[in-house]
């Protein structure tokens, strides 16, 4: 990922000719986006190119959600198995999330998105007129890949500086209403996977009980 920002400026899929990232904010960056911490010091549209969104920061948006996944099933099979050696193969979950779980939700909700008007491409930059006479740069790309992605994972790291505030990662009500669900859906969807894999769904069920009513009670106080 440091490689990948460092050499974007001579590498594909860069329509505005972005120069490569400093030394210091690539190394920040890469450092942020592996451990899941998505936070960005940088304006992503007028910093990052393509390739970098892509085959970097998004890429680590998949894994990280993966290992958390992982990390999770790991830790119920410690509940669930009475002797064991091992609690699984981490890089076999990790591969089965992305793979299973991941990669296909985000291909459904990623052309639902494009659908509701968020860009998916890899055009350059457009340049429009105001009424006023002014020129403005309105920035596009590949933003409903890795907004889907960003929203299912629970990650930080949006296309453009302003995150889902932004039309084109949140174009109306509906699409708002989707990502407010993708946020929700790993967390939740783990507890029911743990009743099913101790034998018991109503321990699951308990767990959501208990999660849905810290939330109710946490966000009332907020």
């Known amino acids: ?44 549209e007028v910093t990052m190119s393509y390739l970098t969104q892509m085959a970097g920061l998004t890429v680590h948006n998949f894994v990280s959600a993966a290992t958390g ?6 830790l119920v099979r410690g509940f669930a198995r009475r002797a064991a ?26 052309l639902f998105f494009v659908w509701q008007g968020m ?34 994972g629970t990650n930080g790291g949006g296309f453009f500086n302003a995150n889902s505030a932004h039309p084109y990662e949140n174009p109306n009500a509906l699409t708002n209403f989707v990502q407010m669900l993708l946020i929700f859906s790993i967390g939740a969807a783990l507890t029911n996977m743990f009743g099913r894999m101790v034998g018991s769904e109503r321990q699951g069920w308990a767990i959501f009980a208990v999660m849905f009513a810290l939330f109710i009670v946490g966000t009332t106080v907020i």
């Not at 050696?85 to 990623?110: E, H, M, Q």
Request: proline fraction near 6%; include cysteine.
């Open 1 to 44: 990922l440091y490689a990948i920002q460092r050499l974007q400026g001579v590498l594909p899929f860069n329509p505005q000719h972005l120069a490569g990232i400093e030394p210091s904010s690539a190394f920040n960056t890469s450092i942020s986006f592996v451990s899941n911490t998505n936070w960005q010091s940088y304006v992503p």
């Open 69 to 74: 996944i992982a990390l999770a099933v790991a």
């Open 85 to 110: 050696k091992t609690v699984g193969n981490f890089w076999a979950d990790l591969v089965r999330c992305t793979l299973y779980i991941l990669l296909p939700i985000s291909i459904v909700v990623g």
């Open 119 to 152: 860009p998916q491409n890899l055009s350059a930059y457009v340049d429009a007129h105001t009424l006023e006479g002014a020129k403005q740069t309105i920035a596009q790309g590949p933003v409903a890949s890795q907004e889907v992605i960003k929203m299912l």
